[in-house]
């Protein structure tokens, strides 16, 4: 399985402005791919091959006047950038065909030099290399200095170079994962259990546990505002209005990191301890379109359950995602009763049919594991019941309270 362990840069001012023409360089080769592919297409003729690009675009490009800056770059890095190309119009193609999953990519799209995010890519081919006091050796920039926050386990594969909104630079590696010591770090347990979502808390846990939720967008929006309205005023292209745009760079990048940490850990601790997890697999992109667009984004539930997926395959464990129509809020976890939609204010209701009383968020989380067939029946059976679509009354935002709304 391969992963990626990111670390954070502090390269020099030489490197800076050697890391800027290598950023400059890829960026000029990957648009150079786009327009001939682009006249190719205008003139009814076919596509010129990856091999023919790289011929044209960068051997006999370095020996022109216009283009002779190339030889100033690692190859390899005008190489990747090729290979990028080429990549995206793969994923558009297959898009078109209907073969590749989830939203249709579009057709690449020039690179501007006014993006605030630049990367470049090293492979083993660059000749690389991490000196023995701990700084990464790049091709025509130099040994940079590495901010190592833990050790890689295995020898990476190339490294890919970033830089991103708020200025900052990292170095990000690819791992290939030893299957044998990441099952060794992770012994098997017994233990299951189910996730239920929510806004109020970050997540309800089956056995009873709840998970606040830390709002980081919502808690940092003050700074943000202000930082923003300084923006606004600066004028356009000054040095000044610069520096403001790092400033909100750099706050959005602090809330992002926080969610980021927050996701991590919560999402270790679930996997160290549950060798199942069940968890529902919610409309996310619909829920962003409405009134709570913003918690649900400060949330980010998406990155939590990806982060689920990938750990769940990499330590051995079992996560199953039920529909998002199954009517975990509306059925009773004692006795299997659907007692009917609530609207989101009713935090606790009691079954009309055993009597019992239910904490909402805890009733959807065993719901969640028993749709999962996670839960276990008295003769030790698991328990998987058929699918049961959601009334239409259940969508929405009905009696939804203002000052939760507002929160």
């Known amino acids: 399985m391969q992963l990626r362990y990111s670390f954070r840069l502090y390269p020099d001012s030489g490197q800076r402005t050697a890391l800027a023409k290598a950023f400059g360089c890829a960026r000029v080769v990957f648009n150079d791919a786009v327009r001939a592919r682009e006249d190719a297409r205008r003139a009814g003729e076919a596509f010129p091959a990856a091999g023919e690009l790289s011929k044209k675009l960068i051997t006999a490009a370095k020996q022109t006047a216009s283009r002779a800056w190339l030889g100033e770059v690692s190859s390899v890095v005008l190489q990747q950038s090729l290979r990028d190309a080429e990549a995206a119009y793969r994923n558009f193609f297959a898009s078109l065909k209907g073969e590749r999953k989830g939203v249709k990519t579009g057709a690449p799209r020039f690179k501007s030099r006014k993006d605030k995010r630049q990367s470049i890519r090293f492979t083993a081919n660059a000749r690389w290399s991490i000196t023995d006091s701990g700084r990464l050796n790049l091709p025509k920039v130099g040994a940079v200095k590495v901010k190592w926050s833990r050790t890689l386990p295995a020898q990476p594969s190339s490294v890919t170079v970033i830089k991103d909104a ?144 990938y750990k769940a395959a990499r330590y051995g464990r079992t996560l199953v995602k039920i529909g998002r129509f199954e009517p975990t809020s509306q059925t009773c976890s004692a ?61 929405g935002s009905h009696g939804f309270p203002s000052e939760l709304r507002a929160a």
């Open 166 to 309: 708020a200025g900052r630079y990292f170095a990000s590696f690819v791992i290939d994962t030893d299957s044998a010591a990441d099952a060794a770090r992770m012994p098997d347990t017994d233990h299951t259990i189910g996730i239920d979502l929510g806004l109020t808390h970050f997540a309800a846990l089956s056995d009873g546990t709840k998970i606040d939720s830390p709002r980081f967008l919502r808690r940092a929006e003050k700074k943000l505002k202000r930082a923003q309205r300084e923006l606004s005023r600066k004028q356009k292209g000054s040095k000044n209005r610069e520096k403001a745009r790092l400033k909100v760079a750099r706050a959005h990048a602090k809330v992002a990191d926080a969610r980021h940490e927050f996701h991590h850990q919560l999402s270790t601790k679930l996997i160290r301890d549950n060798q199942a997890i069940g968890v529902e697999d919610l409309a996310v992109k619909g829920l962003a379109r409405t009134r709570l667009a913003k918690s649900v984004h400060d949330a980010g539930w998406s990155a939590f359950v990806h982060m689920l997926e």
């Open 335 to 395: 006795c299997g009763i659907k007692d009917g939609p609530k609207p989101l204010n009713v935090r606790e209701w009691t079954c009309t049919a055993c009597g019992s009383l239910h904490d909402r968020d805890h009733n959807a989380a065993i719901n969640v594991k028993t749709a999962a067939g996670l839960a276990v029946s008295a003769c030790g059976a698991p328990v998987r019941p058929g699918l049961v679509p959601a009334q239409r009354e259940e969508t």
